[in-house]
């Protein structure tokens, strides 16, 4: 039996003011909040999401506008994820701790896959997160490819 995907058939164009997550694994908060210090205009300037601590020590530091949801072990990555799935995020900067064993890492790979399979940009480090803000896409619409659920669907219930 052959592997089906979904076909990239569908297209979904990202605003102008885009929706943007901010997690940071506990041993990297720090480096994300030097980050996102150094951005912060920028920052400011679009929707701003969080999971816990991170979400707040941004919002507490810098004075930004941060929706904060769970914790990621408490089901804030999979919050996250669900707002990707739903087309309500645009890009994803996540940075993880290469050198921490994290207990709900099958979150933070769910978490990663669903922004692979819905096309969202993802920087998981200040290097690839400087590249992606400073893009000129960010402040302007861009539209991308996005996998046909309705058809992929279809496809599975065929007999």
């Given at each position: 039996m052959s592997e089906q995907r979904p076909t990239r058939k569908s297209q979904r164009t990202l605003p102008q003011r885009k929706r943007i997550a901010l997690i940071a694994h506990d041993g990297k908060k720090d480096e994300l909040l030097e980050w996102a210090g150094r951005w912060q205009e920028t920052l400011g300037q679009h929707d701003l999401v969080g999971t816990g601590t991170t979400a707040k020590r941004v919002a507490a530091t810098l004075g930004l506008s941060v929706?904060?949801?769970?914790?990621?072990?408490?089901?804030?990555?999979?919050?996250?994820?669900?707002?990707?799935?739903?087309?309500?995020?645009?890009?994803?900067?996540?940075?993880?701790?290469?050198?921490?064993?994290?207990?709900?890492?099958?979150?933070?790979?769910?978490?990663?896959?669903?922004?692979?399979?819905?096309?969202?940009?993802?920087?998981?480090?200040?290097?690839?997160?400087?590249?992606?803000?400073?893009?000129?896409?960010?402040?302007?619409?861009?539209?991308?490819?996005?996998?046909?659920?309705?058809?992929?669907?279809?496809?599975?219930?065929?007999?």
């Amino acid at each position: 039996m052959s592997e089906q995907r979904p076909t990239r058939k569908s297209q979904r164009t990202l605003p102008q003011r885009k929706r943007i997550a901010l997690i940071a694994h506990d041993g990297k908060k720090d480096e994300l909040l030097e980050w996102a210090g150094r951005w912060q205009e920028t920052l400011g300037q679009h929707d701003l999401v969080g999971t816990g601590t991170t979400a707040k020590r941004v919002a507490a530091t810098l004075g930004l506008s941060v929706e904060g949801m769970m914790s990621g072990p408490l089901g804030g990555d999979q919050q996250i994820g669900a707002r990707i799935t739903e087309q309500r995020l645009d890009l994803l900067v996540f940075f993880w701790d290469p050198f921490a064993p994290m207990p709900h890492d099958p979150d933070v790979k769910a978490l990663l896959r669903l922004a692979a399979l819905w096309n969202i940009p993802v920087a998981c480090n200040a290097a690839s997160a400087d590249f992606l803000i400073s893009s000129p896409y960010l402040a302007e619409e861009y539209t991308m490819a996005i996998p046909d659920a309705g058809d992929w669907v279809a496809a599975r219930t065929q007999p």
